[in-house]
Nanobody
Framework: QVQLVESGGGLVQAGGSLRLSCVHS????????MAWFRQAPGKEREFVAA????????YYGDSVKGRFTISRDNAKNTVYLQMNSLKPEDTAVYYC?????????????????WGQGTQVTVSS
C-alpha cells in the first residue's frame, strides 16, 4: 500500500513563496505519475499540476501557470510544488496524488493514492 505524506504548508503573505513536498512510500516511485490538487472551503477540488514519471511531461491548471512549478526527485521518492507569487485565492488544502502508471493526468479520478493534505494560507 502506497502512502503519501505532504509537508511544507503554512501561512504566507501575498506575493510570497512556499515549497510543498510529498514523500511516496513505495519502492517503485519512478513508475508513478504524480500530481497536486487543492480544495478551498466550499469549493470543489481543483487540479493544480501533474508530471509523468520522468518529468518530461508537465501540466498546470490555468490559475497557477507561470507561478507554480512541479518537479520530482525519483532518488528521494519525492515530488515538489514550488509556489511563487502567491495570492489569497491560492488558500486551500493541497493534496498530493499518485497514479499507478508512468503518465500524468489532470483528472482526479485517475489517481489511486492521496495524501492527507497540507494547509496553505495566503494573507492579503
Amino acid at each position: 500500500q502506497v502512502q503519501l505524506v505532504e509537508s511544507g504548508g503554512g501561512l504566507v503573505q501575498a506575493g510570497g513563496s512556499l515549497r510543498l513536498s510529498c514523500v511516496h512510500s513505495g519502492r517503485t516511485f519512478s513508475y508513478y505519475g504524480m500530481a497536486w490538487f487543492r480544495q478551498a472551503p466550499g469549493k470543489e477540488r481543483e487540479f493544480v499540476a501533474a508530471q509523468n514519471w520522468s518529468g518530461t511531461s508537465t501540466y498546470y491548471g490555468d490559475s497557477v501557470k507561470g507561478r507554480f512549478t512541479i518537479s520530482r526527485d525519483n532518488a528521494k521518492n519525492t515530488v515538489y510544488l514550488q509556489m511563487n507569487s502567491l495570492k489569497p485565492e491560492d488558500t486551500a488544502v493541497y493534496y498530493c496524488a499518485a497514479r499507478e502508471t508512468v503518465g500524468a493526468s489532470t483528472s482526479a479520478s485517475y489517481y489511486n493514492y492521496w495524501g492527507q493534505g497540507t494547509q496553505v494560507t495566503v494573507s492579503s
